[in-house]
C-alpha cells in the first residue's frame, strides 16, 4: 500500500524558513508529478507547488512564488518545499499529493490520486 507521510512543519517566526520533507512508500514513486497543498483554518484548500516526474519543471501559486522551492529526489523516494521569508498569512496544514499517473505538473487537486496526512506550519511572533 503506498502512502506519503510528510514532517518538517512547525512553528517559525515572520521571515524564517523550514523545509518539509514528504516520503513516498512503494515503487511509484519516481514515475508521477507530485504537489503540495495547504489549508488553512476556516479556508479552502489551496495548491502551493508542484514538480514533474523527473524535477525539471515546477509550478507555483502567485502568493508563494519567488519564496518557496519545490524540489524531489527519486532514489530517496522524498519530494521537498523550502519555505523562506515565511508570513503569518503562510500559516496552515500542509499536505503532499501523487499525481494521477500520465498527467504533467498541475494545479487541480482533481488530478492527484493520493495524499498524505499533512504537517502544521505556524507562523508567528
Known amino acids: 500500500q503506498v502512502e506519503l507521510v510528510e514532517s518538517g512543519g512547525g512553528l517559525v517566526q515572520p521571515g524564517g524558513s523550514l523545509r518539509l520533507s514528504c516520503v513516498a512508500s512503494?515503487?511509484?514513486?519516481?514515475?508521477?508529478?507530485m504537489g503540495w497543498f495547504r489549508q488553512a483554518p476556516g479556508k479552502e484548500s489551496e495548491f502551493v507547488a508542484g514538480?514533474?516526474?523527473?524535477?525539471?519543471?515546477?509550478l507555483y501559486a502567485d502568493a508563494v512564488k519567488g519564496r518557496f522551492t519545490i524540489s524531489r529526489d527519486n532514489a530517496k523516494n522524498t519530494v521537498y518545499l523550502q519555505m523562506d521569508s515565511l508570513r503569518p498569512e503562510d500559516t496552515a496544514v500542509y499536505s503532499c499529493?501523487?499525481?494521477?499517473?500520465?498527467?504533467?505538473?498541475?494545479?487541480?487537486?482533481?488530478?492527484?490520486?493520493?495524499w498524505g496526512q499533512g504537517t502544521q506550519v505556524t507562523v508567528s511572533s
Open positions: 512503494g515503487r511509484t514513486f519516481a514515475t508521477r508529478s
Open positions: 499529493a501523487r499525481g494521477l499517473r500520465g498527467t504533467a505538473v498541475a494545479s487541480a487537486p482533481n488530478l492527484y490520486d493520493l
Open positions: 514538480i514533474t516526474w523527473n524535477g525539471d519543471s515546477s
